[in-house]
């Protein structure tokens, strides 16, 4: 077997390119940095995509596992349940590398432009008056405490792209991770780069918003360690593969704390109803290629740490929480969209919409049934492209009228009509509607819930299907809603001579909508790897409802044929 570092490389290059970039924002400007950024995490996708190509399905898997001192072993891991999860991830990063050039270009001149008000004292100054300027080839001569405006912005520009690398490398991490330790520092890796791009590159209060976001998600990360090193004690070894072994030997009355810390823990993460508070103000805050980030993105992994950690770790500890967890996510369905429906600015109908969109998640998380997982796995890609879709919405509309307030907007739709083409296909994939990939996810996840509930003639799961179809409907009403409010009526007299942005705005959100409509039509590539990795995950499992028309595969039987494992620095 070759030995290889697909994955080694894909983590780790945006980590320790990130220096080069910032030194060649500051000497060859935001251009090259932008393409240097494309390039580095398009090469992280490449190898990705590389190492995905061994799968084969079941529980298949491609691993690098390196020794890692007295906590086992350092291991990359990609599979049927971490393949989703890392493509979008990395998919993401990728396109919204370009989206950030027109767009952070923009904030931070203005950013300059307020500092620059600010240092002088008289409005007729040697300067002159300094105007707003979106475009990305022109730069001022303008002055702030001896810095001109071209060398504030390669400099910001080139600590955002360095920020930008380091978040990806923590979030593709957390998913990629064998072990639990492992997993506890890419999770709070992610955390750090992600306060500072909203500290240094938000709006509003952001500093005391970004301090909100930290503690917030901080705390939750701390309450999931203690829960992780119960694991590890109680396992012998902190190895996914020795916890899994060894979960029958961890004491009833401990189990229950560890698996309470871990569904605490990442709540806060995925913003579940009651430790939701800190996300509308961090999402609607951070510069928009960020919120689309953290949205689509971030909070979702604390969805398949959820998957990973409890339910396929902690064998049969799963069924009798799973109803709590279902219950847990209708609430957080019905609030997020109810919140949604109030709103007047756009980030944060958005934000709250990301809150209901992780109540379908743990909605299926919860279904006790291997087909409602599979949709809910699957609702965190379609997810992750409809809502960033929707964020660079936002911040088109930011660029081009310099305000985000809808009842400010109208009938934007003749004037910027492929901005709002492509804003209708991420409008469909969170409504859930076909051809999208939205369609696909809902429907599995659904029919798991209510499969659920017939089989095991649960009353309360069968309302609660009733209820969350109901919470379908108010999706589509917030976000019709807001789609009329800003692209249909009579269009203010001020925007009657905008037009689209550029088309490093517009070819990055024709991109992932083009994948969404793709996995809508034929989302194979996606469903099967993840299907068989859920029913094997609980083959074992009768407490677990499995697909009707799936035979489990014994994974004593297949173990050593099916996986494949490169083992690379000595590791075993």
Not at 319 to 336: D, E
């Amino acid at each position: 077997m070759t030995e290889s570092y697909y994955l080694l490389i894909a983590t780790f290059l945006p980590l320790l390119l990130s220096p080069v970039v910032y030194v060649i924002a500051k000497k060859r400007g935001a251009n090259s940095a932008t393409w240097l950024s494309f390039g580095i995490l398009a090469i992280s996708t490449m190898l990705l995509f590389m190492a995905s190509f061994s799968l084969q399905g079941g529980r298949t898997a491609y691993i690098e596992s390196y020794t890692w001192s007295q906590f086992g072993n350092f291991g990359l891991r990609i599979d049927g349940l971490s393949l989703p999860f890392a493509m979008i991830i990395n998919i993401l990063c990728t396109v919204l590398t370009l989206y950030s050039k027109p767009y952070m270009l923009h904030k931070i001149k203005e950013s300059f432009k307020e500092n620059f008000n600010k240092g002088e004292n008289n409005s007729d100054s040697e300067s002159g008056l300094y105007k707003s300027n979106t475009g990305v080839n022109e730069m001022k001569t303008l002055t702030v405490s001896g810095v001109n405006e071209e060398q504030y912005t390669n400099q910001q520009m080139g600590l955002y792209f360095a920020l930008y690398l380091t978040f990806s490398m923590g979030m593709l991490g957390t998913v990629l991770a064998t072990n639990l330790i492992e997993f506890y520092v890419f999770f709070e890796l992610m955390l750090v780069p992600s306060f500072f791009l909203v500290a240094f590159y938000g709006y509003g209060e952001r500093k005391r918003i970004a301090l909100m976001f930290f503690f917030w998600t901080h705390a939750g990360a701390v309450v999931m360690l203690l829960g992780l090193l119960a694991m590890g004690f109680f396992a012998g070894g902190f190895d996914y593969d020795t916890v899994r072994e060894n979960a029958s030997k961890i004491p009833d009355q401990w189990l229950v704390l560890i698996v309470f810390a871990l569904v605490i823990g990442l709540g806060v993460k995925l913003a579940a109803f009651l430790l939701h508070i800190w996300l509308p103000y961090a999402h609607s805050e951070a510069p928009t290629p960020v919120s689309a980030l953290l949205s689509p993105a971030m909070i979702g992994i604390g969805a398949y740490a959820l998957i990973r950690l409890w339910l396929e770790l902690l064998v049969g500890s799963y069924s009798q929480y799973s109803i709590y967890i279902n219950l847990w996510g209708l609430a957080t369905m019905i609030y997020g969209g109810a919140m949604a429906m109030m709103q007047d600015d756009i980030k944060r109908v958005l934000a709250y919409s990301s809150i209901s969109q992780m109540g379908y998640i743990l909605f299926g998380i919860g279904s006790d049934s291997t087909l409602g997982i599979t949709g809910a796995t699957l609702m965190y890609v379609s997810h992750g492209l409809g809502k960033a879709i929707l964020f660079m919405m936002a911040g088109a509309i930011i660029l081009q009228t310099g305000t985000r307030t809808m009842s400010k907007l109208g009938g934007l739709a003749g004037r910027m009509p492929y901005t709002a083409v492509i804003a209708m296909i991420g409008a469909l994939t969170i409504m859930g509607i076909p051809p999208t990939s939205g369609f696909m996810a809902e429907w599995i996840l659904f029919n798991g819930v209510l499969q659920s509930g017939i089989a095991n003639s649960d009353t309360l799961r069968i309302v609660a299907f009733g209820l969350g179809i109901l919470a379908t409907v108010l999706t589509a009403a917030y976000i019709l809603w807001m789609y009329k409010r800003i692209f249909f009526g009579k269009i203010p007299e001020q925007y009657t001579k905008i037009k689209d942005p550029n088309r490093y705005v517009i070819v990055t959100m024709a991109a992932l909508a083009a994948i969404t409509l793709i996995l809508g039509v034929y989302p194979n590539p996606l469903l099967n790897p993840v299907a068989d990795y859920i029913q094997d995950m609980f083959s074992n499992d009768s407490t677990v409802l499995q697909f009707s028309n799936v035979k489990p595969v014994s994974l004593e039987s297949q173990n050593d044929q099916n996986k494949l494992v490169a083992v690379v620095g000595g590791g075993s």
